[in-house]
């Protein structure tokens, strides 16, 4: 029998692995793609939470189209920057930007 | 749904879902990447929908597989320099960052394994979309009205940001 | 349902402000849009003005999911109060600008809704989306010099260590709504049992505390902010480093304080770890640093520990100096940051050993650098010192004596990088003795520090008042 539990290891497994994405890539593009997995692994959290813990008042489930609407922002700002970085050096590795000491 | 096809859906969805995202993180080329992502956020969709989250499972498709689909074309367009077969490299902290988000799944795994959460329920709501509605516009309104005033910021922030910038001077 | 909606004047009259500005910026001809740093400062000036009618209100919204309280009041104020000065001191900036003048003033007003609206939040979803207002739009800001490297490379590095860092925040408020079956902070008080803390809790605090020590930068999570703070425009940096640290404080306090102030043990030991981390960490790197963005970004960091003193304490007085040290802090590192615009804007240079001779050049941006690296040392009779006595009194009251030593031995540290700026300032021989010249507003905004700094050091009563009923909000010890 499938519970609250499965669904929520799942969203660990999920947050996982777009955790070592973010850490590992270096491409911009392929970091922001890591944290969008990250954000997925959430809202499968508040949706199962919503399902089984309040199914009449689904807080959970209003948290989570935010969270979507706070996604689509982030990587709409996050794209332009990275356009504009690669106009400025015609690269998008993040290897390649130390003029900054990271 | 009868139990049995309820566990098989779950297991097909979370195997595709999962095994997406390890091929997003895991595959040298970006393109590859980026069109399991989208493979991936279906699976979530088909998570929503055991859920009984009908309204979440749509907007997953639309939102993700529309904001993915940008992200494709750009993360082909910005790396059309050199070879796209090894568009999509590791840095140097593969093996370290393995060992800090093995170690962070293992604490998340043994504290929730030992939680109790109380009594669950055993169906989610009829009307979920009607409920979603009604809520989004009477309690939390305040965040709905932020959520607007968001997407005008990164409208308009995106615009000023990646506009190209003239060489008169 | 009714809602009051009198009650959110200050939310919309900011809104209407920035949409105003924006709309303006697309009716005005380029050339003639030198006003909106002005227009800019006299609407967030209005606002603020207003904001005092809401002193003393105390009412919950839509059952408690936003708040207007004295304690979300004296956010707003701040985050009015630093927009201000801000607005101010980016005219200079702005001007040489080639273009989306009057949308920077826009997004920066967006930026102060983005607090205003995550101060105010009673429950974690308002909370969440005013922060991702706030961020996004510094995100925007960060990366607004055109064509600079810098700002870009700044930029970037923001946006995927906040992207991931909101990740992070935002799994441990999934946890909590989890534990707590509510998104509203006041019914986590009833929800969350003492007794029986569940393991769920302690991940979602664990998530949670590091996704805030990000946005306050704390250590460990501060490698962003050196880095964003050197790259961004500096009148951005200084919004960055008091209206965002301040509101992220804010909305940790509603949480913490508000939220579970019963189960106080377990975050008190998460935070005092991080304060005293910040307060040495912080304070050591500061002393190399030759460029005056990242030695201020490092003194945050440690500014950042001292105020985590009074979460630590966990008690009314620690909310109080909290608030207060926030709020002259606002001062004290606007003033900073602004004779930084001044100088580089006169010579494009932030280096420390450039500011040599910097009092015969100009005198009053030297002397208001001093009083506002004084202030931040807590020396008196500068309002610091007020600061960092109700902090460290309020944690020696709760016997964590302990903490109360590292932040005095790391304010001692701190002396000594802080007056060897005002040493090059006043002992050291400049390079090329011409006298710089700063424009009207930068003036206007160093005087108004450096005075408010004083005053407030010498009289703290009417601050301490308003910082004593924010923290009566909160039914602690």
């Known amino acids: 029998m499938i519970g609250l539990g499965h669904f929520l290891v799942l969203g660990a497994l999920l947050f996982c692995i777009g955790l070592y994405g973010a850490l590992t890539k270096r491409n911009a593009v392929a970091v922001l793609m890591s944290i969008e997995l990250m954000l997925n692994a959430v809202n499968i959290n508040l949706v199962a939470f919503s399902r089984y813990l309040t199914p009449d008042y689904i807080a959970g489930q209003v948290f989570a189209v935010f969270t979507i609407i706070v996604a689509a922002a982030e990587v709409a700002v996050g794209l332009a920057i990275v356009i504009a970085i690669y106009r400025d050096r015609l690269s998008v590795e993040l290897d390649d930007f130390d003029w900054l000491k990271w | 749904m009868s139990d049995a096809v309820f566990t098989v859906a779950f297991y097909v969805f979370s195997a595709v879902t999962v095994l997406a995202a390890l091929g997003v993180v895991l595959k040298k080329n970006l393109v590859h990447s980026a069109l399991l992502l989208i493979l991936a956020f279906v699976g979530v969709a088909g998570i929503y929908v055991l859920l009984q989250a009908d309204f979440i499972a749509a907007v997953q498709i639309l939102v993700y597989a529309g904001a993915v689909a940008i992200l494709v074309a750009f993360g082909v367009m910005l790396t059309k320099r050199g070879d796209i077969r090894e568009s999509n490299l590791a840095n140097r902290q593969k093996w370290p960052a393995l060992f800090v988000v093995a170690g962070v799944f293992a604490v998340i795994y043994a504290l929730l394994g030992q939680t109790n959460w109380g009594p669950l329920a055993a169906a989610g709501p009829e009307d979920s979309v009607g409920i979603l509605a009604t809520l989004m516009l009477t309690d939390f309104v305040v965040p709905f009205e932020t959520a607007a005033i968001l997407l005008t910021v990164a409208m308009l922030g995106a615009i000023v940001i990646a506009k190209e910038v003239k060489n008169s001077k | ?477």
């Not at chain 3, 706030?134 to 995100?139: D, G, L, Q, V």
């Not at chain 3, 304080?257 to 960490?281: D, N, R, V």
């Not at chain 3, 005087?447 to 009923?469: D, K």
């Open chain 3, 1 to 477: 349902m009714n809602i009051d909606y009198s009650l959110l004047t200050i939310e919309m009259l900011t809104a209407g402000l920035a949409l105003g500005l924006l709309v303006l910026s697309l009716v005005v001809p380029g050339d003639q849009r030198k006003g909106f740093g002005y227009l800019t400062a006299a609407g967030l000036a209005i606002i603020f003005a207003i904001s005092f009618a809401f002193n003393g209100v105390n009412k919950e919204i839509i059952g408690g999911m936003y708040l207007i309280d004295d304690f979300g009041n004296f956010f707003k104020q701040l985050a009015l109060v630093a927009g201000v000065l801000v607005a101010l001191a980016s005219i200079p900036y702005v001007e040489k600008l080639e273009s989306y003048r009057g949308e920077y003033y826009s997004l920066l007003v967006f930026a102060t809704l983005g607090m205003v609206v995550m101060v105010g939040a009673g429950d974690l979803i308002s909370l969440y989306l005013g922060l991702e207002l706030m961020t996004i739009t510094f995100f925007v800001l960060t990366a607004f010099k055109r064509g600079d490297s810098k700002s870009a490379e700044a930029g970037i590095k923001y946006v995927l260590l906040g992207a991931m860092s909101s990740a992070i925040l935002l799994y441990g408020l999934s946890m909590l709504y989890g534990v707590a079956k509510t998104t509203v902070i006041s019914e986590l008080v009833s929800t969350i049992q003492a007794g029986q803390i569940s393991p769920a809790l302690i991940l979602g605090l664990m998530f949670l505390v590091g996704g805030f020590g990000f946005k306050i930068s704390a250590v460990p999570f501060h490698m962003w902010s050196p880095d964003v703070y050197e790259g961004a425009p500096t009148p951005v940096t200084s919004y960055l480093a008091v209206g965002s640290k301040a509101a992220a404080f804010a909305a940790f306090v509603r949480i913490f304080m508000g939220g579970m102030p019963q189960i106080q043990e377990i975050w008190i030991a998460l935070f005092a770890g991080l304060s005293a981390l910040s307060m040495i960490i912080g304070n050591l790197i500061a002393i190399p640093q030759t460029n005056i963005k990242r030695m201020l970004a490092f003194s945050g960091v440690a500014q950042a520990g001292y105020i985590l003193t009074g979460m630590v304490a966990g008690t009314n007085a620690g909310i109080k100096g909290l608030a207060f040290y926030l709020m002259i802090y606002v001062f004290a590192t606007i003033g900073a940051f602004t004779v930084a615009i001044g100088f580089s804007n006169a010579t494009g240079s932030d280096e420390i050993k450039d500011m040599a001779g910097l009092s015969q050049r100009n005198p009053l941006m030297a002397a208001v650098m001093l009083v506002c690296l004084l202030s931040m040392a807590g020396i008196p009779p500068l309002a610091g010192f007020a600061g960092k006595l109700f902090l460290f009194s309020a944690i020696v009251a709760q016997g964590k004596l302990w903490l109360a030593l590292v932040g005095l031995i790391m304010s001692m540290v701190s002396v000594y990088y802080y007056l060897s700026v005002a040493k090059s300032m006043y002992m050291g021989e400049a390079a090329d003795p011409s006298p710089i010249e700063i424009p009207g507003s930068l003036k206007l905004v160093l005087i108004v520090s450096m005075v408010v700094t004083i005053f407030l050091g010498i009289y703290p009563a009417p601050l301490t008042g308003l910082a004593e009923a924010a923290a009566s909000v909160f039914a602690l010890k």
